[in-house]
């Protein structure tokens, strides 16, 4: 029966849950507002399934680039609507043309993150953009494994310890399913995201975008639309992603993460072309321009489907690398993770980033000065 014994060795990617023929395990959320695997030892037969399944013991589960690009989708709307180039959209479209589904990040009626799955074209907008939240995986894995038994197309889109959470609990090749990683920061807490949004104090929430780009890709806005007021922040300026960036909000496996420095669970990858003026700044007009890797013959296989809607510049794989600190490092655990944390219950988000996050005053100065 699985049991943490050390949380930094869980991504909470719901395999084990999923997997339990006996639905005896619980993902329960522990006080950082991360959700944990917990087995109701007296339902629980021993089979050892949820150990087999769990992709943290596994290590020959990734795989590395074989080409990079640059690529952003030719249609504009579809463009101004994603995070980067819109390359998400054109795979999804595919698979749903062919009768397949299409599975990934959503906001639900709360504004918490949650994976879906979309069969309709006229969904998939809640797919787009990169909500920073960590999402919560649910069912949709046994969701999954019932598309392919019934023969449909899958694309499977989500973090790399996502897609390896699902290919874990899979247990074996399908031809119709092919996986996206986003390249990954780290996720925060749904906690965090939950205490951050309820102390704007905006009303009831009509809309969330992490990344509007109607100032631009490389200044991206946090636009928070509530019935008595609407937040919009340029990325670093706004608390909940200064939380983020500085790396103090990320769940304790972030912190151990097995998919960096180029290695991936799916069959292509996706991320920001930052660094992109130094390899292709004829496709850069600031309206946002993926990164994309292809990992396996079936990335390619998809990019083939979609190529003419695509405008795409081949660069080195060394463009992953330059500006991309995700794709390469890791998160290192630090102070300001322990105090967010601890503080997560009696103070603000606000106060806690304004205190331990944004460091004191002096300190600024300090800074300042030496820059
Ligand atoms: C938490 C997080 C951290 C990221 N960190 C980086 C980074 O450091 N560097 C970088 O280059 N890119 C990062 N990205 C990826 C980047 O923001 C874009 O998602 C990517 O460039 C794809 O953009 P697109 O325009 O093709 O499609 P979009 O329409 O923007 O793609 C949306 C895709 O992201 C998935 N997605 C959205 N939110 C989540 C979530 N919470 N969990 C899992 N999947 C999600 C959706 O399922 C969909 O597949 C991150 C994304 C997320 C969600």
């Known amino acids: ?64 680039p074989t080409a990079v690009y640059g690529a952003r989708n030719k249609d504009l709307e579809e463009r101004m609507n994603s995070s980067s180039g819109g390359i998400f959209a054109l795979m999804a479209k595919w698979i749903l043309e062919q009768g397949g589904s299409v599975y990934g990040a959503a906001f639900n009626r709360d504004y918490e993150v949650e994976h879906i799955r979309v069969t309709d074209k006229a969904d998939l907008h809640k797919l787009q953009t990169s909500k920073y939240v960590q999402s919560i995986i649910g069912k949709t894995y046994s969701e999954v494994r019932n598309d392919l038994l019934q023969d449909k197309y899958v694309l499977f889109t989500g973090t790399p310890c996502q897609i390896a959470g699902l290919k874990g609990f899979l247990r074996q ?107 292709c700044p004829e496709i850069n007009d600031n309206k946002g321009v993926s990164l994309l890797l292809i990992n396996t013959s079936k990335g390619k296989e998809l990019l083939d489907k979609v190529r003419d809607n695509i405008e795409l510049k081949d660069v080195p794989t060394e463009a992953a690398r ?49 820059k």
Not at 12 to 24: W, Y
Not at 190 to 202: D, R, V
Not at 235 to 255: E, G, H, I, Q, V
Not at 352 to 359: A, L, S
Request: charged fraction near 25%; hydrophobic fraction near 35%.
């Open 173 to 279: 090749e399908y031809d119709k399913l092919f996986c996206q990683d986003i390249m990954c920061h780290g996720v925060p807490s749904p906690k965090l995201w939950k205490k951050y949004l309820a102390e704007l104090k905006a009303g009831d929430i009509k809309s969330i975008s992490f990344r509007d780009k109607a100032q631009g890709w490389a200044d991206f806005h946090v636009v928070i639309r509530g019935e008595k007021k609407t937040v919009s922040d340029v990325f670093n300026k706004n608390t909940y992603m200064r939380a983020f960036l500085s790396d103090a909000s990320l769940r304790p496996s972030c912190y151990n993460c097995h998919y960096k420095n180029l290695e991936y669970a799916g069959d292509f990858c996706l991320g920001d072309f930052w660094g992109i003026e130094e390899f």
């Open 1 to 64: 029966m699985i049991q943490i014994v050390d949380k930094a060795l869980c991504t909470g990617c719901h395999a084990c849950m999923n997997i339990c023929p006996r639905s005896c395990i619980e993902m329960k959320e522990d006080e950082q507002g991360f959700r944990y695997p917990l087995v109701n030892s007296s339902d629980c037969i021993d089979c050892g399934l949820c150990e087999q399944v769990c992709h943290m013991t596994k290590s020959d589960n990734t795989s590395k």
């Open 322 to 370: 330059v500006k991309n600190g995700a794709a390469v490092n890791g998160a290192a655990m630090n102070e300001k993770n322990t105090a967010l944390y601890n503080n997560i219950d009696n103070m603000t988000v606000h106060r806690i980033v304004e205190k331990y996050i944004r460091g004191s005053f002096l300190n600024r100065v300090k800074n300042k000065l030496k």
